[in-house]
């Protein structure tokens, strides 16, 4: 099997030896300082991966920084900040990114938000559903150029099975109290793969690909911060979820595996194309959602 994202070389020939330039692949995961995203992180370090981190706080970042390096001491990994429901952040580190690379090999948007509680941005727009869905729109197409001047740009979105409690039809009401926190979590998730699925739709053609994620049901931070009753639930559940480096398998295979055209746009779990579980998932409601997308960050789509 060829890996497409595996790192690559150059050569050129003098007319006494060879010299071999080294170029790694780059991988930008965002929520890269813990769970999921770290294990993706550690996983991509030692198959010599370039890594940038996509985070919040600069004190857990370089923390997990150096969890890489312990473990792989040859890792590069450089630290970007933003707060996914802060456009502005995103944009600003989107800046700081361009000003240092001048390509993208894959962009895992990783990162998740699970509400304990209802909350709205300025703008009406649910926080969760900011964090989980438009933040990581805005922050592909910022990076979009980059992930072009690769030779193959993937985009990893991580979804989840909660996309069955998603419906479109709530997307974007501003200040919307009626909803639940699940109906909130699975409007981010359902929102994931009807961006991939329109994403590599509008790619087609192109050497960029998309592709949505189920990791499974993880014992990652996900639910520690519920109240009440949710939160003993989650408790008594965890001995039974899988461990964060069995929950980035799929990212990781994704992100290097030599993948057919068919797999464009997909779904995955486990490392296979996967089922959906929502009828909401169709291309009248991704195109729909990328609309209304572009008016929530002022951008419009260039081809």
């Given at each position: 099997?060829?890996?497409n ?138 990076l ?20 069955a ?8 009401l ?31 053609g ?64 486990k ?33």
């Amino acid at each position: 099997m060829v890996l497409n994202c595996l790192p690559m070389a150059n050569f050129f020939y003098q007319t006494k030896h060879i010299v071999l330039f080294y170029m790694p692949n780059i991988a930008l995961i965002t929520g890269a300082n813990s769970g999921l995203g770290l294990s993706t992180a550690q996983a991509l370090a030692r198959k010599g991966f370039h890594l940038l981190f996509l985070v919040r706080s600069r004190e857990k970042g370089e923390a997990a920084r150096q969890q890489i390096l312990e473990k792989t001491p040859q890792a590069r990994v450089d630290l970007f900040f933003a707060d996914l429901t802060d456009l502005a952040s995103i944009r600003q580190a989107s800046r700081q990114i361009h000003e240092k690379y001048d390509r993208l090999d894959c962009l895992i948007n990783n990162a998740g938000y699970a509400p304990a509680s209802i909350e709205f941005t300025r703008e009406g727009y649910e926080k969760s559903f900011v964090a989980n869905h438009l933040g990581h729109f805005l922050l592909t197409f910022e990076l979009l150029d980059l992930l072009k001047a690769a030779e193959k740009g993937r985009v990893i979105t991580l979804s989840s099975t909660a996309h069955a409690l998603g419906k479109s039809r709530r997307f974007f009401l501003k200040n919307n109290s009626s909803m639940s926190i699940w109906s909130a979590y699975g409007d981010g998730k359902l929102a994931n793969l009807l961006f991939t699925r329109e994403l590599a739709k509008r790619l087609a053609g192109t050497n960029v690909s998309a592709y949505a994620v189920h990791p499974g049901v993880v014992d990652t931070q996900f639910g520690r911060n519920f109240t009440d009753w949710w939160k003993y639930g989650f408790g008594l559940f965890r001995p039974f979820m899988i461990t964060t480096e069995e929950g980035a398998q799929t990212s990781i295979y994704l992100a290097t595996a030599s993948l057919p055209d068919s797999y464009n746009g997909g779904y995955f779990s486990k490392s296979k194309p996967a089922r959906i579980l929502n009828s909401d998932v169709n291309d009248f409601n991704a195109q729909l959602l990328w609309k209304r997308s572009e008016e929530a960050i002022g951008e419009r789509w260039k081809p």
